[in-house]
């Protein structure tokens, strides 16, 4: 997300924004090796992008044959980089242990000097059935239940202080999670969702930021940023609202909208390492918009 500031001073910017713009890797195929996506990011920051965010995938259906690990890759990414921030886009936290995810999103924020964002959603079996080919679980309800217990729990364990926890689906019986994320009060969280669904969104009021996926058309941004602002009356901090868009889109109307954040979208079965560098040199965006309160 943006960097976190006071009250008074998000009130001075509420009405102008600069567009961030990041690249949004399929980490597949020629993109699936952590050493060629850690020199991306670094030719990334060098060219003026302020992310690079990764999928979080088993497996995808075919062509894609080679899958990479987003987490290793993530550190690739940090250690390759000074500046940029950097996450999952998205991780399905049902299938993630949220005490595993403590360490790791902790160590990585570390590890990237405060620079992580983490990405969260439902996830799906529709692309790769790599829910079903693992036993997990399907039903989308209870991957929502999922989802939001493991966030109270994340939430908890960046505290720094004893997570006393007994919910339906884990449990944490008085675990210290030492040491904290750089970033306070924790790492920030960028929800998922389809539009026009209304759980992710209120999901994504409480946290950092809303990722609108497979958006059709700047309108429905419009809708969802009205939504959204009822949604966090009251809240003070910075919120980011996050689109994916393809290089030959014009991000402007999106930005007039409420965008903050445009990622890269490529076509995950035909993305090629020439491609992304293509977009890369391109640069990124250079527009001012208005900003979520």
Do not use: C
């Not at 759980?199 to 939504?227: K, S, W």
């Amino acid at each position: 997300m943006s960097d976190r500031v006071s009250p008074g001073e998000n009130q001075k910017r509420a009405t102008a924004i600069r567009l961030r713009s990041g690249l949004w890797l399929p980490i597949f195929d020629q993109l699936a090796d952590p050493r060629v996506v850690s020199r991306l990011a670094a030719d990334a920051e060098a060219a003026g992008w302020d992310g690079v965010f990764v999928w979080d995938h088993l497996r995808w259906r075919a062509p894609v044959q080679q899958v990479a690990d987003p987490w290793i890759t993530l550190a690739a990414i940090a250690t390759a980089t000074e500046r940029i921030r950097f996450g999952p886009m998205v991780t399905p936290l049902a299938r993630r242990r949220p005490t595993k995810l403590a360490r790791e999103t902790a160590t990585l924020d570390l590890l990237g000097a405060g620079r992580l964002t983490l990405g969260v959603g439902l996830g799906s079996d529709r692309f790769g059935e790599e829910w079903s080919a693992t036993g997990e679980e399907l039903d989308d309800r209870r991957r929502g239940q999922m989802l939001d217990e493991s966030l109270e729990i994340l939430g908890a364990a960046w505290s720094g202080e004893p997570v006393h926890h007994r919910g339906p689906h884990y449990t944490v019986d008085e675990i210290t999670f030492l040491p904290r994320p750089i970033q306070r009060p924790g790492v920030p969280v960028w929800a998922a969702g389809f539009p026009g669904n209304a759980e992710p969104m209120r999901r994504a009021a409480r946290h950092d930021g809303f990722f609108p996926v497979n958006l059709e058309h700047h309108d429905q941004l419009a809708e969802i940023v009205t939504t959204i602002t009822g949604l966090r009356q009251g809240r003070t901090t910075d919120f980011d609202i996050v689109v994916g868009l393809a290089a030959d889109i014009d991000p402007a109307p999106y930005v007039k909208a409420g965008a903050t954040w445009w990622l890269t979208d490529f076509d995950p079965e035909t993305v090629s390492l020439d491609q992304v560098r293509g977009v890369l040199r391109d640069g990124p965006v250079d527009i001012e918009g208005k900003q979520v309160p």
